[in-house]
């Protein structure tokens, strides 16, 4: 397999949900800016997005993947079908309890997560019943996690990285023409956030059926538990439900300190995650999508060589790709902020407040994208329990830096501690991996280096030139200019970037990989 045409493929989709995410959060901006609804709706759909991770995406395939793929690889296709549909009985079960107690416990769990609200009447009571809607999400979205990590280990990327565009799409429907009939707007994004994780789901079933790995659900969950496999899935996902925990515990806090702060942060750090969410998932989640599965294949095999080599393309690429983005964010955000954000009520000062969460956030992006780089290189090897050590440590530096930002820098200060975590987290991720001798550096590094920062400081120059020299929010009464500007800009400052590493020596088609 083409390593770097898997990631192209699964990048370029990608890519295609991260614009409609971007439509979807413009149209959201346009219609209500950073009110006290908006931050109700972005509250309330954290919580499924959280569950999601901890239950769905995040511990469930960090422990089901590389256990299915040993199956896969060694035990043939019967039992590894037989894995399949006994996981899923036991997951949609589960599942379907947790949403209930979700639906019923709203109140207590909105109090919970963000106990500023309680002394605003109407968005207390907007996000009690948004969560409500959106609770059942949960289920429908880590059972889609489950056929995602079949498709996967099956290495068909395709399907899985389209499916987020399907989200996107109920919602720009619902803003556009579910919103504006009800007598609450805000609440059709609700509705939208259920009816796309159905779609979400659906849409998954052909691709298995192909496959022949369609899950067959049982009735009987005791017997579905007796499965050796399970039981081993369960074992691992207990360390990594505390990892995954571990960063959702701090998600919470964070959301909570927001609520307390000035109306409109916890929208503020929304609208800047969603510009931070484009290089992490075009970069971070799809280079950790394709190599769990030959990191897994790589450490079943004990092929050391494989498992350094890939671990050593995926840093260099990550690099090469988000360094550049991060510098970006930083240096950039007023005019990505206002380009894509700067209409209607969304004003100058939720620019400036966004930019400045966006200049937090660079800081870390880095970090936070070599992150899903190296924790697969544990996740395949099953030790799940040293990523869990270190990020209960990282918990504990985040808060500690959330006391000194916040009564500093405000919300952007949360963004700044976030940052910081995950610098940390990446090095003791680094350092974990080569004091056990599972990564070896390949040679070239510090060239590689030399050549990454030169060709940083002629961007960020660049970009520094057109952030002074033009009135991004000025420019808002001539929309279609602004966007031919930034357009220019960005294609200027990737020609200047990548011209720079060729010209001084870089060849990108070393980057090309295959594995078996």
């Given at each position: 397999?083409?390593?770097?045409?898997?990631?192209?493929?699964?990048?370029?989709?990608?890519?295609?949900?991260?614009?409609?995410?971007?439509?979807?959060?413009?149209?959201?901006?346009?219609?209500?800016?950073?009110?006290?609804?908006?931050?109700?709706?972005?509250?309330?759909?954290?919580?499924?997005?959280?569950?999601?991770?901890?239950?769905?995406?995040?511990?469930?395939?960090?422990?089901?993947?590389?256990?299915?793929?040993?199956?896969?690889?060694?035990?043939?296709?019967?039992?590894?079908?037989?894995?399949?549909?006994?996981?899923?009985?036991?997951?949609?079960?589960?599942?379907?309890?947790?949403?209930?107690?979700?639906?019923?416990?709203?109140?207590?769990?909105?109090?919970?997560?963000?106990?500023?609200?309680?002394?605003?009447?109407?968005?207390?009571?907007?996000?009690?019943?948004?969560?409500?809607?959106?609770?059942?999400?949960?289920?429908?979205?880590?059972?889609?996690?489950?056929?995602?990590?079949?498709?996967?280990?099956?290495?068909?990327?395709?399907?899985?990285?389209?499916?987020?565009?399907?989200?996107?799409?109920?919602?720009?429907?619902?803003?556009?023409?579910?919103?504006?009939?009800?007598?609450?707007?805000?609440?059709?994004?609700?509705?939208?956030?259920?009816?796309?994780?159905?779609?979400?789901?659906?849409?998954?079933?052909?691709?298995?059926?192909?496959?022949?790995?369609?899950?067959?659900?049982?009735?009987?969950?005791?017997?579905?538990?007796?499965?050796?496999?399970?039981?081993?899935?369960?074992?691992?996902?207990?360390?990594?439900?505390?990892?995954?925990?571990?960063?959702?515990?701090?998600?919470?806090?964070?959301?909570?300190?927001?609520?307390?702060?000035?109306?409109?942060?916890?929208?503020?750090?929304?609208?800047?995650?969603?510009?931070?969410?484009?290089?992490?998932?075009?970069?971070?989640?799809?280079?950790?999508?394709?190599?769990?599965?030959?990191?897994?294949?790589?450490?079943?095999?004990?092929?050391?060589?494989?498992?350094?080599?890939?671990?050593?393309?995926?840093?260099?690429?990550?690099?090469?790709?988000?360094?550049?983005?991060?510098?970006?964010?930083?240096?950039?955000?007023t005019p990505l902020t206002a380009v894509l954000f700067n209409y209607g009520k969304f004003d100058a000062h939720?620019?400036?407040?966004?930019?400045?969460?966006?200049?937090?956030?660079?800081?870390?992006?880095?970090?936070?994208?070599?992150?899903?780089?190296?924790?697969?290189?544990?996740?395949?090897?099953?030790?799940?329990?040293?990523?869990?050590?270190?990020?209960?440590?990282?918990?504990?530096?985040?808060?500690?830096?959330?006391?000194?930002?916040?009564?500093?820098?405000?919300?952007?200060?949360?963004?700044?501690?976030?940052?910081?975590?995950?610098?940390?987290?990446?090095?003791?991720l680094f350092a974990g991996l080569v004091r056990r001798g599972f990564y070896r550096p390949a040679p070239g590094?510090?060239l590689f280096l030399a050549q990454l920062f030169t060709a940083v400081l002629l961007l960020s120059g660049l970009?520094?030139?057109?952030?002074?020299?033009?009135?991004?929010?000025?420019?808002?009464?001539?929309?279609?200019?602004?966007?031919?500007?930034?357009?220019?800009?960005?294609?200027?400052?990737?020609?200047?970037?990548?011209?720079?590493?060729?010209?001084?020596?870089?060849?990108?088609?070393?980057?090309?990989?295959?594995?078996?």
């Amino acid at each position: 397999m083409n390593l770097l045409k898997a990631l192209a493929t699964i990048s370029g989709l990608t890519m295609l949900s991260r614009i409609t995410g971007l439509v979807r959060e413009i149209l959201i901006a346009r219609a209500f800016g950073a009110s006290d609804m908006t931050d109700a709706f972005n509250v309330a759909f954290r919580i499924p997005n959280l569950l999601r991770r901890i239950f769905g995406e995040g511990a469930f395939s960090q422990a089901f993947v590389p256990i299915l793929g040993e199956y896969h690889a060694k035990r043939g296709d019967a039992e590894t079908k037989l894995l399949i549909d006994a996981v899923a009985t036991v997951m949609t079960w589960a599942l379907m309890g947790v949403s209930l107690l979700g639906v019923i416990g709203a109140p207590l769990v909105m109090t919970v997560v963000a106990t500023g609200f309680r002394g605003q009447g109407e968005t207390y009571t907007a996000a009690v019943f948004m969560t409500r809607v959106m609770f059942p999400y949960i289920g429908l979205i880590s059972l889609v996690a489950l056929a995602s990590g079949i498709l996967n280990t099956w290495r068909k990327f395709a399907v899985p990285a389209f499916t987020p565009v399907l989200l996107n799409l109920c919602l720009i429907v619902a803003a556009l023409f579910v919103g504006p009939h009800m007598d609450q707007p805000i609440y059709a994004q609700a509705w939208g956030v259920l009816v796309g994780g159905i779609l979400q789901l659906v849409i998954q079933v052909p691709a298995l059926r192909r496959l022949g790995a369609m899950p067959r659900l049982g009735f009987s969950v005791r017997e579905a538990w007796a499965n050796a496999g399970v039981r081993r899935i369960l074992k691992q996902m207990g360390p990594a439900l505390l990892a995954v925990s571990v960063a959702q515990i701090s998600l919470i806090i964070n959301t909570n300190i927001a609520s307390r702060l000035a109306a409109g942060s916890v929208s503020y750090l929304t609208y800047a995650d969603r510009l931070m969410e484009f290089p992490t998932a075009l970069l971070g989640v799809a280079l950790g999508t394709i190599l769990l599965p030959s990191l897994s294949k790589a450490s079943a095999q004990d092929n050391r060589e494989e498992y350094s080599g890939l671990l050593d393309w995926g840093l260099r690429l990550t690099f090469l790709l988000a360094v550049p983005c991060a510098v970006g964010l930083f240096v950039f955000g007023t005019p990505l902020t206002a380009v894509l954000f700067n209409y209607g009520k969304f004003d100058a000062h939720a620019v400036e407040m966004t930019r400045q969460a966006l200049v937090s956030y660079g800081t870390g992006l880095l970090g936070l994208i070599v992150i899903k780089i190296l924790a697969p290189g544990f996740y395949a090897r099953q030790d799940i329990r040293t990523p869990v050590k270190i990020a209960i440590v990282v918990l504990v530096i985040t808060q500690a830096c959330n006391y000194v930002f916040v009564p500093w820098l405000g919300h952007a200060g949360l963004a700044l501690s976030i940052s910081v975590g995950a610098s940390i987290n990446a090095l003791l991720l680094f350092a974990g991996l080569v004091r056990r001798g599972f990564y070896r550096p390949a040679p070239g590094w510090w060239l590689f280096l030399a050549q990454l920062f030169t060709a940083v400081l002629l961007l960020s120059g660049l970009l520094l030139w057109f952030v002074r020299n033009f009135d991004w929010v000025g420019l808002g009464a001539t929309p279609l200019l602004r966007i031919a500007l930034l357009a220019s800009c960005l294609i200027l400052a990737a020609v200047v970037y990548f011209g720079t590493l060729w010209l001084m020596g870089l060849r990108y088609a070393a980057f090309k990989r295959r594995t078996a």
